[in-house]
């Protein structure tokens, strides 16, 4: 598990673009046979990549979080990013296809991921965001589509996209992960717009779907002085409540996002209009 401590925004303008990148961007989550995770200080969210390859996979119980099981006292929002997968939650088996997501609540004890595509198909590629929980919630699975669904955007600014809500207040109940699925439309690039904080939330974007010698860039930052991290498929971006979050991408691609904090409230945002961004 590798570890980001928390940063101030006064310290971002000082950074150069190595030390942005191993602050805030997160590489090389997904490797085949393997967990690999990143936690997070700011709000204590842990990132994981599982990708099971002849044999499932579990999340273990990192030595850093100092709990018998992962679960004893975290929830966690999974989707799958890759080939079709299947979780295992004490018992229970849920089918996960390519954008489906499954809540895992807190108490969870024998959690497992596969990948069922067979011979010669891409492996499940499972991306998980866990926050501490304070209170149980059932296990839940939806498919792609089947979430709060909103349109947003317009093609004549080029960010025309379909949002899906998956765990929030309305849907997939939790304790304080927010999750859900953006997807770009055919000819938009821009996401997020007009950008905003939320001073009371971190956010993670994971880009997926984007192809291989494409990029998104990534804006973030205070809105008065942003910087920016081009981000390539697969990787994810780490978005302290202090910082803006918005990007646009040299071809269209689909985004996890999941936030853990203060409160649920997907509207409750802090607006900047693109003419103040600086």
Not at 25 to 46: I, M, T, Y
Request: charged letters at 20%; aromatic letters at 8%.
């Amino acid at each position: 598990m590798d570890q980001r401590h928390a940063t101030h925004p006064d310290d971002v303008p000082a950074l150069g673009t190595g030390e942005l990148r191993r602050r805030f961007l997160v590489e090389g989550l997904f490797l085949d046979g393997q967990v690999r995770a990143v936690h997070s200080h700011h709000d204590r969210v842990v990132l994981a990549g599982l990708v099971p390859t002849g044999r499932p996979l579990s999340v273990p119980a990192f030595p850093e979080l100092r709990s018998e099981r992962f679960f004893d006292h975290r929830e966690a929002g999974i989707v799958n990013v890759g080939g079709p997968g299947r979780a295992r939650v004490d018992g229970a088996e849920h089918d996960l296809p390519h954008g489906a997501c499954l809540y895992v609540g807190r108490g969870a004890v024998d959690v497992e991921f596969s990948s069922v595509g067979g011979d010669g198909a891409p492996p499940a590629r499972f991306y998980l965001f866990s926050a501490p929980a304070h209170t149980t919630h059932p296990t839940t699975s939806v498919l792609p589509g089947r979430g709060t669904v909103r349109e947003l955007g317009d093609p004549l600014t080029s960010n025309r996209r379909t949002l899906n809500q998956y765990v929030h207040a309305d849907g997939i109940r939790s304790c304080q992960v927010v999750m859900g699925v953006t997807t770009l439309h055919p000819g938009s690039t821009w996401n997020t717009l007009p950008a905003h904080t939320h001073d009371r939330r971190t956010e993670v974007y994971l880009y997926f779907d984007l192809p291989a010698d494409d990029r998104v860039l990534h804006v973030m930052g205070r809105p008065e002085e942003t910087r920016h991290l081009l981000v390539a498929d697969c990787q994810a971006v780490i978005s302290p409540s202090w910082s803006v979050h918005c990007g646009a991408g040299t071809a269209a691609y689909s985004f996890v996002w999941a936030m853990a904090g203060e409160n649920q409230a997907f509207d409750d945002v802090d607006g900047v209009p693109v003419a103040d961004l600086r």
